[in-house]
C-alpha cells in the first residue's frame, strides 16, 4: 500500500487571516460528557450582546465563509435561533454543531427560517448517551441515519457527522465510511478526529515558568491510553476496506510538515457504487475558483452543487488524474448497470482530522491554518485549548520530566529561565 505524500496533494491555502470558518461558542452547556471533549460543561450562556460583539471581532480579524456555532451544545442556548439569524444577516453562512439530543422537527424547521445553512452532528459509541451505552459504530449509525432523516424531512440543508476515533473503534472507521457512501444522497460530509489529551505522565507543564495544575483541564489523563492515533492510521483502515480511497488536499502541522492535521478525500458516486475520489489539481481549482469570484475560501457548499459529479467528471477529466480515473469507471458502469449509472452522481468529503500533537521535545504540533479558531479576549486562538487560557490566562508549555530533572538536578540550569524549557 503507497504511503500518502503530502507533495502529491493540494496544500489547502487557508490561513490564520483568510479561512473558510469562524468557530462561535455561545454557551459552556452540553447535554452528554462525551469521552473526548476538551470543554468544561458549565451551564452558562452568552448573552446575544457578547455573541454579537465576537461576530463583529471575527469580521475585523478573519475572512471567513461560515460560522460553525458550537459549545457546549449551540441548542442549549435559548437565543439559538436569533444567533443564526444573526450571523445569516450578515451574509455568512450558518452551521450547527451538536450532538442532536434537543433537536426537533419544529426546532429546525425555525432554525432553516432564521438562516441556517447545515448541521454538523456528532454521534459516536463514546458519549454515554442514553439508549446508545456499549454500542459499535455501525450500531451508532442507526442514530445517524435517524438525524439525516429529520434534517432530510426539512430539507434544503447540509448534513454532515463527526466522530472521535479511540483505540477501540479505529478499525471500525471503514463501517462509517460505508455508511456515508450509503447515504451520499443526504449527507455531505463524514468526518473522523483522532482522540487526544494532555498526557500527565512523562511530561511537565508550565505557565509563566511556575508548574501547572493540569488536573483543571478536562481533557487531562492520569492513566495509559493511546492518543496518538494519526491521520494516516485512520486512512490506512479505509484504504483497507476501500482500495481505491485517495485523499486530495490537507492542511499540515505547525512543527512537523509531514503530519496531516487535516486530510481530505472527495468521493464520486451513488448510493451503490463510488466511481473514483477527486484528485489535487480539481480541489485546488475549486477553491481558486471560489476565492476568485467570491473573495472567500469555500465551506459548506450548498447541497444541490454535491449533485454535479456528473459535470464535474466530464470537465475535470480534461486536468485530473482522479477524475479522470472516475469518469473511465462511470463511463463502463453503464454496461453493468445503466440505471446507476444514469442516476445522479454526486460528491462527498470524507475528512480525517488529527488535532493537537505533543512532540517528544514538548513542543505542540497544531493545525496550520486551523479552522476551528474561536475567540478569547478579542483575539484568536485554538478551540481546542480555549481551556488553558480560561484556566491559567494563557497557554501551557510542555517539557519531558527528564529534562525537567536536569534542570532541578543542576545548580547551573536551574539558574537559567524556565523559558527556556522547551515551550508551545
Known amino acids: 500500500m503507497q504511503a500518502i505524500d503530502p507533495l502529491r496533494l493540494y496544500r489547502l491555502p487557508w490561513t490564520l487571516t483568510d479561512n473558510p470558518i469562524a468557530w462561535l461558542e455561545p454557551t459552556m452547556q452540553c447535554n452528554l460528557a462525551c469521552d473526548g471533549c476538551y470543554r468544561q460543561n458549565v451551564k452558562e450562556h452568552k448573552p446575544i450582546e457578547e455573541v454579537q460583539a465576537e461576530l463583529d471581532c471575527f469580521a475585523r480579524l478573519r475572512n471567513f465563509d461560515g460560522v460553525s456555532i458550537a459549545g457546549g451544545d449551540p441548542l442549549m442556548h435559548p437565543e439559538v435561533v436569533e444567533i443564526v439569524r444573526r450571523v445569516a444577516k450578515?451574509?455568512?453562512?450558518?452551521?450547527?454543531?451538536?450532538?442532536?439530543?434537543?433537536?426537533?422537527?419544529?426546532?429546525?424547521?425555525?432554525?432553516?427560517?432564521?438562516?441556517?445553512?447545515?448541521?454538523?452532528?456528532?454521534?459516536?459509541?463514546?458519549?454515554?448517551?442514553?439508549?446508545?451505552?456499549?454500542?459499535?459504530?455501525?450500531?451508532?449509525?442507526?442514530?445517524?441515519?435517524?438525524?439525516?432523516?429529520?434534517?432530510?424531512?426539512?430539507?434544503?440543508?447540509?448534513?454532515?457527522?463527526?466522530?472521535?476515533?479511540?483505540?477501540?473503534?479505529?478499525?471500525?472507521?471503514?463501517?462509517?465510511?460505508?455508511?456515508?457512501?450509503?447515504?451520499?444522497?443526504?449527507?455531505?460530509?463524514?468526518?473522523?478526529?483522532?482522540?487526544?489529551?494532555?498526557?500527565?505522565?512523562?511530561?511537565?507543564?508550565?505557565?509563566?515558568?511556575?508548574?501547572?495544575?493540569?488536573?483543571?483541564?478536562?481533557?487531562?489523563?492520569?492513566?495509559?491510553?493511546?492518543?496518538?492515533?494519526?491521520?494516516?492510521?485512520?486512512?490506512?483502515?479505509?484504504?483497507?476496506?476501500?482500495?481505491?480511497?485517495?485523499?486530495?488536499?490537507?492542511?499540515?502541522?505547525?512543527?512537523?510538515?509531514?503530519?496531516?492535521?487535516?486530510?481530505?478525500?472527495?468521493?464520486?458516486?451513488?448510493?451503490?457504487?463510488?466511481?473514483?475520489?477527486?484528485?489535487?489539481?480539481?480541489?485546488?481549482?475549486?477553491?481558486?475558483?471560489?476565492?476568485?469570484?467570491?473573495?472567500?475560501?469555500?465551506?459548506?457548499?450548498?447541497?444541490?452543487?454535491?449533485?454535479?459529479?456528473?459535470?464535474?467528471?466530464?470537465?475535470?477529466?480534461?486536468?485530473?488524474?482522479?477524475?479522470?480515473?472516475?469518469?473511465?469507471?462511470?463511463?463502463?458502469?453503464?454496461?453493468?448497470?445503466?440505471r446507476d449509472a444514469l442516476a445522479t452522481q454526486r460528491l462527498q468529503a470524507v475528512v480525517v482530522i488529527q488535532p493537537i500533537d505533543l512532540m517528544e521535545d514538548g513542543r505542540d504540533n497544531m493545525c496550520d491554518g486551523c479552522p476551528d479558531m474561536t475567540l478569547h479576549e478579542g483575539k484568536l486562538v485554538w478551540s481546542c485549548r480555549l481551556e488553558e487560557l480560561r484556566q491559567f490566562g494563557q497557554l501551557a508549555s510542555a517539557a519531558p520530566t527528564r529534562v525537567c530533572r536536569q534542570v532541578e538536578a543542576s545548580p547551573e540550569l536551574r539558574a537559567r529561565d524556565a523559558s527556556e524549557l522547551p515551550s508551545a
Open 90 to 338: 450578515m451574509g455568512r453562512k450558518p452551521i450547527i454543531n451538536t450532538n442532536g439530543l434537543d433537536l426537533r422537527y419544529e426546532l429546525l424547521r425555525e432554525l432553516k427560517a432564521a438562516g441556517l445553512v447545515g448541521l454538523t452532528f456528532h454521534v459516536d459509541s463514546h458519549q454515554g448517551r442514553p439508549g446508545w451505552r456499549n454500542k459499535t459504530e455501525r450500531e451508532m449509525n442507526e442514530l445517524r441515519s435517524e438525524y439525516v432523516e429529520l434534517v432530510a424531512r426539512v430539507g434544503g440543508l447540509a448534513c454532515a457527522f463527526n466522530s472521535t476515533v479511540y483505540d477501540d473503534t479505529l478499525d471500525q472507521v471503514p463501517d462509517v465510511v460505508a455508511w456515508g457512501r450509503e447515504n451520499i444522497d443526504r449527507v455531505n460530509t463524514v468526518v473522523f478526529i483522532t482522540y487526544r489529551a494532555a498526557i500527565a505522565d512523562g511530561f511537565d507543564y508550565f505557565v509563566g515558568g511556575q508548574k501547572a495544575e493540569m488536573q483543571k483541564l478536562v481533557y487531562t489523563i492520569d492513566q495509559p491510553r493511546r492518543t496518538d492515533i494519526t491521520a494516516r492510521d485512520v486512512a490506512r483502515v479505509i484504504r483497507e476496506a476501500e482500495p481505491d480511497y485517495e485523499p486530495c488536499a490537507y492542511l499540515g502541522g505547525t512543527v512537523d510538515p509531514q503530519s496531516f492535521k487535516w486530510l481530505l478525500a472527495m468521493r464520486i458516486g451513488t448510493r451503490r457504487r463510488t466511481h473514483g475520489w477527486m484528485g489535487a489539481r480539481m480541489m485546488e481549482a475549486t477553491q481558486v475558483i471560489h476565492h476568485l469570484t467570491t473573495g472567500r475560501y469555500m465551506s459548506y457548499a450548498p447541497p444541490a452543487s454535491l449533485e454535479a459529479g456528473r459535470s464535474l467528471m466530464l470537465g475535470g477529466s480534461l486536468f485530473d488524474r482522479g477524475v479522470r480515473q472516475a469518469a473511465a469507471r462511470w463511463a463502463r458502469s453503464f454496461l453493468s448497470d445503466p
